[in-house]
Structures are given as C-alpha cells and as structure tokens.
C-alpha cells in the first residue's frame, strides 16, 4: 500500500512492512469525556506481537496524537478505543477526513459503551458512508492468522456476537470498527484483566490481521 498524504506525511510512511526503519503506532485523543486513554498497555504488546509474527519494526511505545494535529498524518495505523462520549469539531472532523482518504487506516474498539458515540462522531466525518458489517470471508480476517467466524470474543458485556464493522471509500477499507468484541482489553497485560491465554493470544492475533491489512491493502 502506498500512501499519498500530504507534503506533512513523513517518508517512512510510504514503506511497507520490510523492516528497515522503525514505525510506531498511535493512539487517537478525542475530546467529549470518553476514556480515549484506556488500556495503555495494550498497543505497546501488540507492536511486539507485531514484530515477533509478521517481521515488522515498531517502537515498542506508542505515540499519543489528537484528532485536529497535523501530526496524525505522521502515523499511518491509528488505534482508538474508550467507553464514552467522542466529539468531533468540524477542524478535526476535516484533519481525520483528510487523513482517512489520504491512505490512512483508523482501527475503532469499543470498550464498552462507545457504539452510540463514535457512529455519531464518525458520520461528521464522512456523512455520506455508512458502517457495514463485513462479512467473514474478508481479507481482514484471513491474514497471518485465519479466524473462519470473524472477530474472536474478547469480553462478554452484553453477551452478544462481536462483529466488525468498516466505512469504505472508493473500494478501500479505511477504517475497522470492533463492536461488543473488545480487542484493545485482550491485548493489555494479563495482570490488569487476567483474560485466559487462549482469549488474549486470539486479540493479538486479529490485532496483528488488521495491522497487516492497513498496510498491504
């Protein structure tokens, strides 16, 4: 995937997953009250999941960016999570716009509490896409990993199936949306949810499948 931003993009994101320089993950500040800074161990072991099972190079810390920056045109996998309110201004809804067609990825987890908030937060962005539920034969699920039944079971909340959801633009996937699934509370360290091996190993592993696919789609 090459990646076309503007003149901000820094030119190691034009590279794909060879590991000669160091990328870094991100995690996306919002404003409206929600938690955008839960599970703060959990990108840090997805980027080593990352690099120990697809041969990537993060930076084993992540980097926290908000919304409006320019900044977030640095970064291009950003991961945002929380289980509250999200408010977009129209500046930042414009900047996430702007990174979004621009080759960008955004990967949404809803850590309970957040699907009201973020459709809301995310039709300002792109009032003219709706999120679709994908089907279980997408790419994004069969990468290095193969989950047959789509998004793996995390935390049970309200006991109803994990789906995955994604706004599309112009035939590419450009932002993944989990829902009643909660990948970002499986990738933390055992200590904070004391999740089963099995269920924190399957988190990672749909993690790294959508790493994977933001870059080589």
Known sequence: MKYIFSIILLSFALMSFAPKHELQLALLKYHGGGDWYANPTALPNLAKFCNENLGTDFEDDYETVEVGSADLFNFPFL????????????????????????????????????????????????????????????????????????????????????QGFGLIWEGRLISFYDYECDLGDGWEDFAVHKDPEEKRRQ???????????????
């Not at 945002?80 to 979004?100: C, I, K, P, Q």
């Not at 988190?203 to 696919?213: D, H, R, S």
């Open 79 to 162: 991961h945002m999570t929380g289980h509250g309110n999200v408010v977009f201004s129209d500046a930042e809804a414009e900047n996430l716009r702007m990174y979004l067609i621009g080759g960008g990825f955004l990967h949404i987890s809803d850590n309970f509490g957040m699907d009201k908030y973020i459709r809301v937060a995310m039709k300002k962005v792109f009032p003219e896409l709706e999120f679709i539920e994908l089907p279980f034969d997408h790419e994004i699920y069969h990468q290095k990993f193969d989950f047959k039944n789509g998004l793996p079971k995390i935390h049970k909340h309200e006991d109803k199936s994990a």
């Open 203 to 217: 988190a990672l592993q749909m993690g790294a499948n959508i790493v994977k696919f933001a870059f080589e789609q």
